[in-house]
């Protein structure tokens, strides 16, 4: 049962527009998403996150949306930069849980 | 930030052999580490939870006889992948909970490639 999924595996914008990853998740229960961008052969490294308190978290060109009702997240980088070229994962936890990842979307961003 | 090394990078070993993989939290103390498995183009799969000082706990399907896992410090927490077959072949990537940090903000090390011949 994959409780968090990105449907779309790839992603491809050119420099300088916005990227828009999804993610949906199932368990209404989950209270605090993540999320995660990883290069090839390195451990993910921690991105930005928001608590299901909030609609709405940015830093810098990067700002996470989320939608309860919907069971829906998403990442907006924009500027896009080609050294965000990467696999972005979400992840979501409750109640301090142990995180449940999505299967990440090949992000490339072409110059 | 916290910082978590995993190391070898890297690993090519024989079939039949064993190989072990270490995780240290370097500037802070983790209480729970945790060991994942990637395939390529799938996500990171939850292998085992590692508490210090007690016994790893393993995730369905995963054998903890072939998956020995040890965490007997703060800071160093190693899976030992035994009798390695080509099927173990895969990226494993550990992580480790900062209890300072709020929430879920895991720490990962940088992985480890294992390829087995």
């Known amino acids: 049962d994959q409780q968090v999924k990105q449907n779309s595996p790839s992603l491809s914008v050119q420099e300088g527009r916005i990227s828009i990853l999804n993610c949906d998740y199932t368990?209404?229960?989950?209270?605090?998403f993540l999320w995660y961008k990883k290069y090839p052969a390195e451990g993910p490294t921690f991105l930005i996150s928001?608590?299901?308190?909030?609609d709405k978290n940015e830093d810098g060109r990067f700002t996470v949306f989320l939608n309860k009702s919907a069971k829906h997240l998403s990442l907006h980088i924009v500027p896009s930069q080609p050294g965000d070229s990467a696999v972005y994962f979400c992840?979501?936890?409750?109640?301090?849980?142990?995180?449940?990842f999505g299967e990440g979307t090949q992000l490339t961003v072409n110059p | 930030g916290a910082v978590v090394s995993q190391h070898p990078s890297w690993v090519i070993c024989k079939s039949g052999t064993s190989v072990k993989i270490e995780c240290r939290s370097l500037?802070?103390?983790?209480?729970?580490m945790f060991w994942y498995r990637q395939f390529p183009k799938q996500s990171l799969m939850l292998m085992a939870t590692?508490?210090?000082?007690?016994?790893?706990?393993?995730e369905q399907g995963v054998e903890k006889d072939k998956f020995l896992i040890n965490h007997a410090s703060l800071t160093l927490s190693t899976l030992t992948v035994t009798s390695a077959h080509p099927e173990d072949s895969s990226f494993y990537i550990c992580?480790?909970?900062?209890?300072?940090?709020?929430?879920?903000?895991?720490?990962f090390g940088s992985g480890t490639q294992l390829s087995v011949l």
């Open positions: 992580s480790a909970r900062d209890l300072t940090v709020p929430n879920e903000k895991l720490f």
């Open positions: 368990n209404s229960m989950f209270d605090y």
């Open positions: 928001i608590s299901s308190i909030k």
């Open positions: 992840a979501a936890s409750f109640s301090g849980s142990r995180l449940t």
């Open positions: 500037d802070f103390q983790a209480t729970t």
């Open positions: 590692s508490n210090e000082g007690s016994k790893a706990t393993y």
